[in-house]
């Protein structure tokens, strides 16, 4: 049995078989959380809402993106639901807040879930130039030293042997990385196009 818990000090851990599988630090303490796959591969990612309206959308490998609704919020589902007279079950969240409204979000459109960040996708090759660090005293980098490194390679003239060769890194992990966007973009629509043709009637 595979389930997902959501702990006051806002961790969620996904427990497979009493083992831990994965924990992941959300960093406020959730109202509600729920399964729904919202990126239509078939596999569900978590949706979680604190009581501040933000709301977490993590994914299998833990990437998460964040969505800021504007009021308190006093409860939250998330699930499928029926949109119009002849409309299809669509991934939909409902808000109940602190002023009495009640409000429905469809047609949500969320292709992916990934890093919010070019930072994030070039975590692991800051490990691999630790001699570009701005501040030698520290061996841990900080998210201003990694922008600040990636900016400057990316934007600006680069002098040293060293920052050449990361500009070199760094350019090729962004190509990497489009090309790995676009080869997901066509499996989607075409898992989208086997799905619609799944659920078309049969003819009589």
């Known amino acids: 049995q595979r389930y997902a818990v959501a702990l006051e000090d806002g961790r969620v851990m996904v427990v497979d078989d009493a083992w831990l599988e ?57 699930g499928l639901a029926r949109i119009g007279s002849t409309g299809g079950l669509q991934p939909c969240m409902v808000y109940t807040t602190y002023l009495d409204r009640v409000l429905l979000f469809h047609s949500l459109n969320i292709r992916r879930i990934g890093s919010s960040s070019i930072t994030a996708h070039m975590e692991a090759l800051f490990e691999d130039v630790r001699v570009l660090k ?9 998210l201003p030293e990694k922008a600040s490194l990636v900016h400057s390679c990316l934007y600006h003239s680069v002098a040293t042997a060293e920052h050449r060769a990361y500009k070199r890194m760094l350019e090729h992990r ?27 009637p049969s003819p009589s």
Do not use: K
């Not at 701005?134 to 900080?142: A, K, R």
């Open 22 to 78: 994965w924990c992941i630090g959300l960093e406020l303490q959730l109202l509600s959380m729920h399964v729904l796959d919202l990126t239509g591969t078939g596999t569900g990612e978590l949706v979680a809402c604190a009581m501040d309206g933000t709301t977490f959308f993590v994914d299998p490998s833990q990437n998460v993106l964040r969505y800021q609704f504007p009021e308190r919020v006093s409860s939250f589902h998330a």
């Open 174 to 200: 962004l190509a990497e990385i489009a090309r790995d966007n676009e080869r997901l973009e066509r499996e989607l629509i075409e898992h989208r196009r086997a799905r619609a043709n799944d659920m078309s």
């Open 134 to 142: 701005e501040n030698v005293n520290s061996l841990e980098w900080t």
